[in-house]
């Protein structure tokens, strides 16, 4: 079983979806929005509860995970802020970067808005390779794996090459849609494909595609993700849950992730 660190956790959707392979138990939570952390004290109430990613560092506290997750916040990102990017101070990369750096976990999984690959992939992917991880993003959408909302998203999954023995100068075996330049292809499930230009060494290998599971939404109204049967009147933090399921992951998408994880080690 594969240690777990969650950072910018949200409501804990990677959580989820990760344990539900029975091959994750998560070790640590990293978020600092009251609301999201009383979900996640409800629904994993064994799990610690870090508060402030800048604060958070892992060997002080002893936490020695196998995987590291984050959904790092979207605005700087996102067509519906300015789109700063790196100048954005909401942009939480290098701080996940250096805890990544800090706990050297086998694998990362990132996840973000398409805005992203314009304004900072780049940026992503060559510092996961200066500490020798390979990385493979995939343009995955929401309804892909039978959500009721499109949600495209970036997802980031790496795996450091330091667990198949590899040296700084030595090349590894790639499989996928990686072009003789360098540049990488990150495509979607309907195989639409953006090139992302990039000075990487390294190209992992490339997961299975995703499945549909509409019977997970069928308990769920068409409007605000709201249980049918339950009044707004008794949904007393209806503002607040909304905003927090508005920046969540659906957690079939890590779920799938984790399933092809768990294949490597089997």
Known sequence: MLKHLDLCSGIGGFALGLQSTDFFKTIGFCEIDPYC??????N?????????IKELKPKELNLQPDIITAGFPCQPFSVAGKQKGKDDDRNLWQETFRIIKESKPTFFIGENVG????LYLDTILQDLESESYSTRCFNISASSIGAKHKRERIWIVSYSNAGLGIGENEEIQTRGNTTTNGSQNVSNSNN????VSTQRQYSSIKLFGSKSQKNWWQTFSKFHRIPNGVSYGLDKDRAKRIKALGNAIVPQIPYYIGLAIKEMYE
């Open 37 to 42: 952390q009383k979900v996640l004290k409800k």
């Open 192 to 195: 639409i494909g953006t090139q």
């Open 115 to 118: 805005g992203i690959v314009k």
């Open 44 to 52: 994993f109430s064994s799990v610690p509860i870090f508060n402030d």
